[in-house]
C-alpha cells in the first residue's frame, strides 16, 4: 500500500488491519477447524464478513478477537452447510482464551510470540524435536515416520502429542498460553 | 527442556480432537511450518480482490458448455483404462526430458539418517537445493543447532561455504562430488535430470496407486524398484549402482506439466557401512574438522573437494548413504543471476592439504 497524503480510506484501513491480524486469525481457524481446504475457505470468508461490517467494529476494542468472533461464527456456519461437526462453542471458547493470552494485537507481537515458540522447540528434546520436524516441517504421513523412526504409528502419535503437550508447558511458563 | 510433568506421559488423546490447549498448539506449529510471509500476503491479496470483484457465480455456471459432461465422462474413461504399468516408464522420460530444460527449481530437500545403533536414530537433516541445470546448482544444509553448510556449483567451480563462513573454491579437476558428506550419512545432491537418469533399465517402474504419498491429488505416483537386490547389493564395484544405490525410489509427477514434484529415494540397510561398525563417538559436525576420527575406527573422511579424493559419484562417508532422501519441489521464482557463484571471499583450495 502506498504511501500518500490522503486521508487513509477504509479499504486501506481494512487492508492494515487485515495484514496485521491475518497470522493469528489463521492459527485460531486452524485449532477451530481441522480440514485444511476448509480453513482456507472459512479465512477468505471470515475477512469478506469483516469488511463488509467494518463499519459495526468498536474501536476501544480488539481487532484481532472481533475478527476471531466473526471466524469462529463462520465456521460454525461452514461446518453446518457441510453437515460436519468441528468443535462445540465450549471448546471454541477456551481455544480464544488461549488466543488472547497470545495476542499482542499486533503483527509484531505475533512475531515475538512465534519467536518463543522456536525457542521452545529448540529446548525440546531430540526426540521430540525431530518428530515435531518431521510432521509439521516435512509433513511427512504417519506411518513414514512410524516407518522412518522404527516404531508403530501408536507410539509415534503418542511422541507427537507428548511433544505438543512440552510445547504447551514452555509457552506457558513464558507467559503466551493461558 | 527440564521439570517435565510426569503426568503428560500418558496418552490423553491420538489427534488433538481433546484438549483445547493442543489443538492450540498444533495450530500453531502448521502455522510455523506451513506459512511463509509471502503465502499471507497471497492470502490477503486473494480477499482484496474478491472485495473488489463482482459476484461471478452465475457467470461460472452460464460457463458450462453443454458438451462439457459427455468429454469429461470420456477423459474419465480413458484414464480409467489407461495402461499403468507400460506407460509409467514414458511418463519419467517425459519427466526427465522437462527436467532437463535449463529451469529455476527449487527442492526441500530431507534426509533421514541411519541409525548407527537401534536406540539411536539421528535427527532428520534439511537442506535447500536449487538447481538451473546440470551445471548450476546450490545447495543449503541446515543441521541441528542452526549451523548451516553451503556447497555451489557454477559450471566448471564448485565451491563450499562452512558454518564458521569461510569458503573454499575446490580443485578444478576435482568433479562435483554428486555425493556431499554429512556426519549422518550421504547426501546425493544432483539436478533432477541426472538423478532420473539413474533410473535405468535395473529399475522396474510401475504406477502405484497410493492416495497417501503424493500428499495432494491430482498426481501420477510412480515408484521405480531396483531388481534383484541381493545381487546388486553384492556387486559394489557396479559403477551405477555405485553412482546411486537406491533400491526404491518413489515419485510424484504432475501430469500437466511432467514436472517431478517429489523424488524420494530409499537405500538398503546394507548399504556402506552399518550400524555393526559403529563404535566409538560420533563422528565430528561438518565445518568442525579440527580433529579427525582415528583411522581404523571410521575410516578417513577427506572433506569434500579439499582433497584428491576419488569421488567418481558414490556415497564415500563412512555411514554410506542414509536411509532415505526427499526432493520436493516448492515454489519459487528465478534465482538472481550470481546465485550460484562462489562467495566473494572463497579461497583457492590448496591441494597440498
Known amino acids: 500500500m502506498k504511501l500518500t497524503n490522503r486521508e487513509p480510506s477504509a479499504h486501506d484501513v481494512f487492508e492494515l488491519l487485515a495484514r496485521d491480524h ?135 502419535k503418542k511422541r507427537i502429542q507428548r511433544a505438543r503437550a512440552l510445547l504447551a508447558q514452555c509457552l506457558h511458563r513464558k507467559g503466551v498460553l493461558a | 527442556m527440564t ?30 511450518f506451513s506459512e511463509t510471509r509471502e503465502s499471507m500476503d497471497a492470502r490477503i491479496d486473494r480477499v482484496l480482490r474478491s472485495i473488489h470483484a463482482k459476484p461471478s457465480r452465475a457467470h461460472s455456471i452460464r460457463s458450462w458448455h453443454w458438451w462439457a459432461i459427455p468429454l469429461a465422462a470420456l477423459i474419465a474413461i480413458s484414464i480409467l483404462f489407461m495402461p499403468t504399468s507400460s506407460s509409467a516408464s514414458a511418463v519419467v522420460q517425459s519427466a526427465a526430458r522437462v527436467a532437463r530444460k535449463s529451469v529455476d527449481r527449487q527442492y526441500q530437500v530431507i534426509l533421514i539418517p541411519k541409525g548407527r545403533r537401534v536406540s539411536d536414530q539421528p535427527p532428520p537433516i534439511f537442506a535447500t537445493l536449487d538447481v538451473r541445470d546440470s551445471q548450476h546448482m546450490r545447495i543449503e544444509i541446515h543441521f541441528q543447532g542452526g549451523r548451516t553448510e553451503i556447497h555451489g556449483r557454477d559450471g566448471d567451480t564448485s565451491w563450499q561455504q562452512r558454518p564458521d563462513g569461510s569458503a573454499i573454491i575446490s580443485d578444478r579437476n576435482i568433479p562435483w562430488p554428486r555425493w556431499v558428506e554429512t556426519p549422518d550419512g550421504s547426501l546425493l545432491v544432483d539436478s533432477m535430470a541426472e538423478m532420473l537418469k539413474d533410473l535405468d533399465d535395473s529399475y522396474d517402474i510401475a504406477k502405484v496407486d497410493d492416495a497417501q504419498a503424493c500428499g495432494r491429488s491430482g498426481l501420477l505416483q510412480i515408484r521405480a524398484s531396483r531388481q534383484e537386490i541381493e545381487s546388486v547389493v553384492a556387486s559394489q564395484s557396479d559403477e551405477k549402482l555405485h553412482r546411486n544405490p537406491a533400491e526404491r525410489i518413489e515419485m510424484c509427477i504432475d501430469p500437466a506439466t511432467n514436472e517431478v514434484i517429489r523424488l524420494e529415494m530409499f537405500f538398503p540397510v546394507q548399504s556402506g557401512p552399518g550400524p555393526s561398525d559403529q563404535h566409538g563417538p560420533p563422528p565430528p559436525p561438518m565445518g568442525e574438522r579440527g580433529s579427525p576420527p582415528p583411522m581404523g575406527e571410521r575410516g578417513s573422511r577427506p572433506p569434500m573437494g579439499e582433497r584428491g579424493s576419488p569421488r567418481g559419484g558414490g556415497p564415500h562417508g563412512p555411514l554410506g548413504p542414509p536411509q532415505s532422501i526427499s526432493f520436493e519441489r516448492t515454489e519459487t521464482t528465478s534465482f538472481p543471476s550470481d546465485w550460484f557463484k562462489a562467495p566473494a571471499h572463497a579461497v583457492e583450495a590448496d591441494p597440498t592439504q
Open chain 1, 22 to 156: 491475518a497470522d493469528h486469525l489463521l492459527v485460531f481457524l486452524r485449532a477451530v477447524v481441522r480440514d485444511r481446504s476448509m480453513v482456507d475457505d472459512v479465512f477468505q470468508e471470515t475477512m469478506m464478513v469483516a469488511w463488509r461490517r467494518l463499519a459495526d467494529f468498536d474501536r476501544t476494542r480488539s481487532f484481532g478477537a472481533w475478527l476471531r468472533g466473526i471466524g469462529s461464527r463462520v465456521a460454525m456456519d461452514f461446518a453446518g452447510r457441510k453437515r460436519m461437526v468441528i468443535v462445540d462453542p465450549t471448546m471454541i471458547q477456551e481455544i480464544e482464551q488461549h488466543s488472547v493470552a497470545f495476542d499482542g494485537d499486533h503483527a509484531h507481537a505475533f512475531q515475538t510470540r512465534m519467536a518463543t515458540l522456536d525457542d521452545c522447540i529448540e529446548r525440546l528434546p531430540n526426540d521430540y524435536s525431530q518428530v515435531i520436524q518431521m510432521v509439521y516441517r516435512a509433513d511427512l504421513p504417519l506411518r513414514k515416520i512410524a516407518s522412518n523412526l522404527a516404531l508403530t504409528e501408536e507410539a509415534v
Open chain 2, 3 to 32: 521439570n517435565i510433568d510426569p503426568n503428560l506421559s500418558r496418552p490423553e488423546s491420538n489427534d488433538p480432537n481433546g484438549l483445547p490447549q493442543d489443538r492450540f498448539v498444533d495450530a500453531l506449529l502448521a502455522h510455523k
